[in-house]
């Protein structure tokens, strides 16, 4: 697909060192990327009992459109809510080491619990059109 040139804007958010695992969230971050933001977010609402995962990226996702929103009135535009998600990354944040977990012949394993990082970028629609 050729990207259509579109002089929109584009806003980010992040949250780092979020106490889940990241594999968690990358399934959850395939399903939404490319997603209209209003469907996104009601995708989240119906599985946001089941999964923190879907939380999580809800607040990242309603913080970059809080960032779009800003950068619109900022240059005296009206905000549109047709935007969509057409960037989400999930990274390995720090991992944190605690206590042991007894084995056999007196042997021991650390348990180690990760963080990730999240970032959801939105862009604006523009003549119904996404790039």
């Keep these: 697909?050729?990207?259509?040139?579109?002089?929109?804007?584009?806003?980010?958010?992040?949250?780092?060192?979020?106490?889940?695992?990241?594999?968690?969230?990358?399934?959850?971050?395939?399903?939404?990327?490319?997603?209209?933001?209003?469907?996104?977010?009601?995708?989240?609402?119906?599985?946001?009992?089941?999964?923190?995962?879907?939380?999580?990226?809800?607040?990242?996702?309603?913080?970059?459109r809080a960032n779009l929103a800003v950068m619109t009135a900022k240059k005296g535009e009206e905000f549109k809510e047709e935007n969509y998600i057409f960037d989400i990354q999930t990274s390995r944040g720090s991992a944190n080491r605690h206590s042991y977990l007894p084995r056999g012949k007196g042997s021991a394993d650390t348990i180690t619990k990760y963080s990730s990082h999240i970032t959801v970028g939105l862009k604006e629609v523009k003549n119904g059109k996404t790039d």
């Design 1 to 64: 697909m050729i990207p259509i040139q579109s002089n929109g804007y584009v806003a980010y958010a992040k949250a780092m060192n979020v106490r889940i695992a990241p594999k968690k969230l990358v399934v959850i971050s395939k399903y939404l990327r490319g997603m209209s933001l209003p469907k996104a977010l009601q995708v989240i609402k119906m599985h946001a009992m089941i999964k923190k995962a879907f939380r999580l990226i809800e607040n990242v996702a309603l913080s970059a």
